[in-house]
Structure formats: structure tokens, C-alpha cells
């Protein structure tokens, strides 16, 4: 490391690396501008090189993260960062990276996935051991969230969940890395790395036990899956069997939907007449792809009116009256006069 006001002005507080990424912390007494360019060395043969530019603020510390692109192809490496102001050296860092059976841990990665919504990680332990799990959710080479659980004791399969407490950006490719430092009684932690990526979107799901569909229409409840939101609608379509005509409605999702927020919508058909239908619901986004999918089958019976003097005489104010208005309309009055016939003793 490099001494004089030039080392005090920018340092490098922090340097971790393995054979899959690396990561460097760099303190500013005063504003700078520069970059950090990291090295993987085999001997003196430099195997990858990535420089990354970094902005740093008067007595603040900035951490940029790198993935190393290259396979290792032997146990031993030798990783380095070095800080620059302009072409000015301020500071160097080193860190002994070994690869293979001379790191292996004393569990097994049986999942790990991240996701719109948040993270899950799954260890199966070989050997009882405890251990901190750092979470980092990273944009490009800047970690955007990070959660640390420590003294996670590894006795059997051991569970973990991390839910994204704000807001991600649609189309963003972003990177999750989990370090696992193992307890050693004698000795540093072990640490080991995992990566996995993905690219967020928005995402809802229909909830099928909340779906509705009857001769006068449909509603369905969506609920978000993703920190990316949703801002979209239904499309609701029915199809006829008997004649194959297809009429399509579309409504307005009220709701702004986010993780595990719900909204209720739903539209009423218009000029659908008796027959069987297949129906077919479509939670839609903004660029009209569908997210998720319910369909089902509607039969919409013939509308039976009855006829007759007495009731159509007992009941002039009905004639003005059509569809299952209408019909419910007349349902009523039948039981009506049902109702009277009986309590007169007819």
C-alpha cells in the first residue's frame, strides 16, 4: 500500500475475492473521481483484468462488486484491485484465492433462486456447522440491497427467504449474490460464493378460487408476484361452440399491484345470448403480454317466460320488461301469486 496524502485521500478499506467475484470498499476524505480495476493473477501472468469507474463523496465509502468471467483452471490464484485518480495510483490490495477441494464447504446448495419477489436458498449440511449468510442484490457492479442473518446453525436442511423491500426496475438484468462464512474454531471463516441472475418484470397471478363467471358477466381477483408493478388489465373473451363468434372485453385493473397485493375486477357481458361458451380470462401488461391465464365454460340457458291469461293480465306493468330483468321480474310475481293462492286455502 502506497503512504502520503494521496493514500489518506483514497484508500481501500476492504478486499475479498474467490474465483467468482470480488469485491472492494474504497474510503474518500475528498471528493473523487476514479476507477478500480481488478486483476486475477496466476503468478505473475495476469489471467482477466475488469476496471470498473467508482465516484466517491467526502468521507464516504462506496463497495463495487465484479464477477470474474474466466473458469479457474487451477487451485491457486492470487486476486488485486488497485484505485486510481485520473492515472494516479492511490491504492492496492491483494487477496489469495483458492479454488476447488481446498475450499470446499460442509454443506450443499440444493437451491437457490431469485426472482422478481425476493430470494430463497436451501443447505443441506454434510457436517452440523454455523454460519452468517450475506445476501447482496447487485446492479451492474453496485450492491443495491444487502442482509446479513448470522449464526445460522446448520443441523439439518436449513431454509432461507428474503422478500425485496422496494421497488425494482422492469427489464433490469440484476445479479444476487449469497456469501456464506463458515465458523472455524481455530481459524478465519471459510467463505464461499454463489451468483445466480435474473431480469425483472412485472407479475401477477389469477387467483382461481376467487374467479367468477355467470350470465352476467365475469370478475377475477389478481395478486402481484413481483416488486416490479403492474399496471395492466383483464381481457376476458367468450367463444361460442355453437357458432364460434367470439366476443373480447377488456377492463382497467383499478390497483397498481405489487408482491402479495390483490385487486378485484371484472366486466359484464354485453349482447351475449343464450348458448355455451368457452371462456377465457388473461391478466394483460402495459405491453400487452399476458402474465397468467384462467379459462372455463359458461352455459347461458334459454329464458323461459310464462304464459298464460291470469298472469299476464295479473301483471300488466311486466309487459315493458325483457331479458333475465324481466324474467326475474316474472319469477317473482308467480311466487307471489303462489303465495296468496295458498294463504287463501286455493
Known amino acids: 500500500m502506497l503512504s502520503g496524502t494521496a493514500s489518506a485521500a483514497l484508500e481501500i478499506t476492504d478486499f475479498f475475492s474467490d474465483y467468482t467475484s470480488s469485491e472492494a470498499t474504497i474510503r474518500a476524505s475528498q ?7 481488478f486483476q486475477l ?16 463523496s467526502a468521507g464516504e465509502e462506496v463497495s463495487k462488486v465484479i464477477l470474474w468471467q474466466n473458469k479457474p483452471k487451477n487451485d491457486y490464484y492470487t486476486a488485486k484491485v488497485s484505485i486510481y485518480n485520473d492515472t494516479k495510483l492511490h491504492d492496492n490490495k491483494t487477496y489469495q484465492v483458492s479454488y476447488g477441494t ?27 456447522s454455523a454460519v452468517d449468510i450475506k445476501i447482496d442484490l447487485l446492479d451492474s457492479n453496485d450492491i443495491v440491497y444487502s442482509e446479513t442473518k448470522e449464526d445460522i446453525s446448520l443441523t439439518s436442511n436449513t431454509e432461507l427467504k ?8 422492469n427489464n433490469e438484468k440484476y445479479t444476487v449474490r449469497t456469501k456464506i462464512l463458515t465458523h472455524r474454531l481455530y481459524a478465519e471463516p471459510l467463505i464461499n460464493t454463489y451468483i445466480a441472475s435474473f431480469t425483472a418484470g412485472d407479475d401477477v397471478e ?35 361452440r355453437e357458432t364460434n363468434e367470439k366476443k373480447t372485453y377488456r377492463q382497467q385493473v383499478e390497483e397498481i399491484l405489487v408482491t402479495g397485493k390483490e385487486d378485484t375486477s371484472g366486466v359484464v357481458w354485453k349482447e351475449l345470448g343464450s348458448g355455451t361458451y368457452d371462456v377465457s380470462i388473461r391478466a394483460v401488461n402495459k405491453d400487452n403480454i399476458a402474465l397468467d391465464k384462467y379459462e372455463t365454460v359458461l352455459r347461458i340457458p334459454e329464458e323461459q317466460v310464462e304464459s298464460g291469461t291470469s298472469a299476464v293480465s295479473s301483471a300488466p ?9 324481466g324474467f326475474a321480474a316474472i319469477v317473482i310475481v308467480i311466487v307471489v301469486l303462489v303465495a296468496v293462492k295458498r294463504k287463501r286455502g286455493g
Open 317 to 325: 306493468a311486466l309487459a315493458g320488461l325483457t331479458g333475465s330483468t
Open 41 to 56: 493473477l496466476d503468478g505473475t501472468r495476469v489471467v482477466e483484468s475488469q476496471e470498473v469507474p467508482f465516484k466517491a
Open 31 to 37: 471528493d473523487h473521481h476514479g476507477k478500480a480495476v
Open 162 to 169: 428474503i422478500d425485496w423491500p422496494f421497488l425494482l426496475s
Open 102 to 128: 481446498v475450499a470446499m464447504p460442509s454443506f450443499h446448495v440444493v437451491d437457490f433462486s431469485p426472482s422478481n419477489k425476493g430470494v430463497q436458498l436451501l443447505l443441506r449440511p454434510f457436517n452440523p
Open 206 to 240: 389469477i387467483m382461481p378460487d376467487d374467479v367468477e363467471v355467470d350470465e352476467y358477466g365475469a370478475s377475477v381477483t389478481l395478486r402481484g408476484n413481483s416488486q416490479v408493478p403492474f399496471d395492466g388489465f383483464i381481457d376476458v373473451s367468450a367463444t361460442s
